[in-house]
């Protein structure tokens, strides 16, 4: 066991968590009384995002800057601490509780399908803009 990467997740997770805590109530208070869970989907797509452009930074340049312990830092960390599956997977539920099933599969397809589309813009970007 590496007690080092054991240190560097837990700060990239606390820092994604705190992050994702911040921005999920910024975005669901512009939409108050929102059925929709917006904080969540939208800490989740960005999360994606962020993904998919740390993973095309670091398949595009190498060097001691982009060490894999700063790589682990960022995807497993921060963005494991940014996104949230079991608040996702709790919404669903409490959708499907108060809601129509409609608004759960919405919510759900609309998750997959954006989460998706914005790692790989995200990836894409990386691999092809010149910083």
């Given at each position: ?31 108050p009384g929102a059925l929709f869970p917006w904080g969540t989907f939208a800490v ?59 608004i759960v599969l919405a919510y759900i397809a609309l998750s997959v399908l954006a ?16 910083v």
């Amino acid at each position: 066991m590496n007690w080092i990467n054991i240190a560097i997740v837990f700060i990239g997770s606390g820092l994604g968590g705190v992050c994702r805590y911040i921005v999920s109530r910024i975005v669901q208070e512009q939409v108050p009384g929102a059925l929709f869970p917006w904080g969540t989907f939208a800490v989740n797509v960005i999360g994606c995002f962020l993904i998919g452009l740390f993973y095309g930074i670091f398949d595009r340049h190498t060097g001691p800057a982009l060490s894999p312990q700063l790589r682990l830092m960022l995807t497993v960390g921060f963005c494991g601490g940014f996104t949230t599956f079991s608040t996702f997977i709790n919404e669903n539920f409490l959708l499907f509780q108060s809601s129509s099933l409609l608004i759960v599969l919405a919510y759900i397809a609309l998750s997959v399908l954006a989460g998706f589309i914005l790692l790989y813009a995200g990836y894409v970007i990386a691999l092809h803009v010149q910083v």
